[in-house]
């Protein structure tokens, strides 16, 4: 049977919009219960990278999430709601700022399902998952449309790695630090806790230096509906004006014969995309999209072409949370910003993601700059 993907718009957050749109989506796939068994308990798993306001276009906006806990309700499920930002580092503690600052303790307050912290986990294959999804009859994901200076996208493959244990995130990021190799471990991660549903946010999209303070919101007003991830990414790839195959999770998955990769076979219900006319998205400075040249070139063309974070001391506040998530514990306070030990440093910028403050800046090696990179 064909791979579908069904892509609505929304224009804005209103909340009777977004429970239509989404409404909408999921009675082109055939209605919710194609996805869901009703009465079943279902995990959820919205995108919270930050404690950051929806304005920002880091985190899943609240009334996606709202609208999918009204349709769950229907069908007599029961809701647990949860992710595992990464600003988690050594203090779990900091995933209630996380909830309570994207809106979404809120939003599991007014409808009272339970917000729960991944503080439990068992080893599947390499990596600690939370144990919710062995308590969980199916998993419900819900990823932002965002560009990544890592994958390139952070869409419905990348969204999984928040189902890891907030400090083993890091040492995945430290181990796995090639794009390559870090990109397999999110297809593991995606084999072992395939999501029976993923809707992704791209109402209010991320451009350019995604996935954090670093990014630029940008209205894209659509919804996406699925239950094939790499389809999901796909479509996402095409639509931000990306080769998919370019996108190493989506080469990698589909390697693997995980989920359809190949857009000409996907159906898309709902929108016609072409006719949307949408501007190619402007994508991170970090992502070099080598993928395509022999091994050895891209070898030789990354030890040159290189980037770094920096430090940009008037926008730092000393919050700490880089220094607590650098996996290479490379990163240092001075007497404003911080300052970063570039022997050790592996480019994995996780600090990047994990600043607030939009304190840290990705700097560029001279042949970068010269080949306009
Ligand atoms: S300084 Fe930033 S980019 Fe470098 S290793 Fe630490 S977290 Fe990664
Ligand atoms: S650079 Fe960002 S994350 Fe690091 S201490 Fe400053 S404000 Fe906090």
Redesign the pocket.
């Known amino acids: 049977m064909q791979t579908k993907v069904a892509a609505v718009k929304c224009d804005n957050y209103e909340a009777r919009a977004v429970e239509q749109a989404v409404r909408n989506s999921l009675s082109l796939l055939g209605g919710i219960s194609v996805f869901i068994k009703p009465g079943s308990k279902v995990l959820v798993k919205p995108n919270l990278l930050l404690p950051k306001g929806p304005e920002y276009a880091i985190t899943t906006h609240p009334q996606v999430l709202r609208a999918v806990i009204k349709m769950l309700k229907e069908q007599g499920c029961k809701i647990i709601v949860g992710d595992g930002p990464s600003v988690w580092g050594h203090y779990i503690q900091n995933v209630d700022e996380v909830y309570a600052g994207t809106g979404i303790k809120q939003v599991c307050q007014d409808e009272g399902v339970e917000l729960v912290r991944f503080d439990k986990r068992r080893m599947r294959q390499k990596f600690p998952l939370t144990t919710y999804l062995d308590e969980c009859d199916h998993l419900v994901s819900l990823p932002k449309f965002k560009t990544h200076e890592m994958t390139l996208i952070t869409g419905a493959v990348k969204n999984l790695f928040g189902l890891v244990s907030g400090t083993f995130k890091t040492e995945l990021?430290k181990n796995y630090f090639v794009p390559e190799e870090f990109s397999k471990i999110l297809v593991d991660i995606y084999a072992e806790a395939k999501p029976s549903l993923t809707i992704i946010d791209g109402i209010l999209a991320m451009e350019g230096d995604g996935p954090a303070t670093g990014g630029t919101p940008r209205h894209l007003g659509l919804l996406l509906a699925g239950a094939d991830c790499v389809a999901l990414d796909t479509v996402m790839a095409r639509i931000m004006g990306v080769n998919p195959l370019e996108v190493l999770t989506i080469k990698e998955a589909a390697r693997r014969k995980l989920g359809e990769s190949d857009f000409s076979k996907i159906r898309i219900e709902g929108e016609d995309l072409n006719q949307l006319k949408i501007r190619p998205f402007i994508l991170p400075k970090n992502s070099t999209r080598l993928t395509n040249l022999p091994p050895l070139v891209q070898k030789m063309f990354k030890s040159l072409v290189r980037y770094y974070?920096y430090s940009l001391p008037l926008k730092c506040t000393h919050c700490g949370h880089?220094v607590k998530?650098?996996?290479?514990q490379?990163?240092a306070f001075k007497r404003r910003g911080i300052i970063?030990d570039y022997k050790?440093?592996?480019?994995?910028?996780?600090?990047?993601e994990s600043c607030p403050e939009a304190a840290i800046g990705v700097k560029k090696s001279l042949l970068a700059k010269l080949i306009g990179l």
């Open positions: 990021h974070p880089c998530v650098c996996p290479k490379c990163i970063i050790k440093c592996i480019a994995c910028f996780c600090c990047q």
